[in-house]
């Protein structure tokens, strides 16, 4: 009999919880769409997006220069990740890998 009555304490409490969080959930969106909460996160996106470094700033990154071939790249690369990895910081350290990926894609087309 009281397992019963938990039973059913737990059903009853677990849809009121349900819905209780799913009011505060349509609540929420309603409230960023007021403010303009939503449409400012989207514009950061789009402005974050734009903000990809180009072949030349990545070869500025790394040191290298147009006629550097991609093993040496790959070098430089290693050896600036290394040198911030052991006492530099994230932010040179993620510079250096998105100058990377960058150069990785222009000799790829180059290949093609």
């Not at 929420?28 to 449409?39: E, L």
Request: hydrophobic share 45%; aromatic share 8%.
């Amino acid at each position: 009999m009281a397992s019963r009555i938990i039973a059913q304490f737990i059903v009853m409490g677990s849809g009121i919880l349900g819905r209780a969080v799913f009011q505060a959930y349509r609540q929420a969106i309603a409230n960023a769409s007021k403010t303009g909460v939503a449409q400012e996160a989207m514009q950061n996106a789009v402005r974050k997006a734009g903000k990809a470094i180009n072949a030349q700033e990545a070869r500025q990154i790394l040191g290298v220069t147009e006629q550097t071939s991609w093993v040496e790249i790959l070098q430089k690369y290693d050896k600036l990740f290394e040198n911030n990895a052991k006492a530099g910081s994230f932010y040179l350290q993620s510079k250096v890998v998105r100058a990377k990926e960058c150069l990785e894609v222009v000799y790829r087309t180059k290949a093609n």
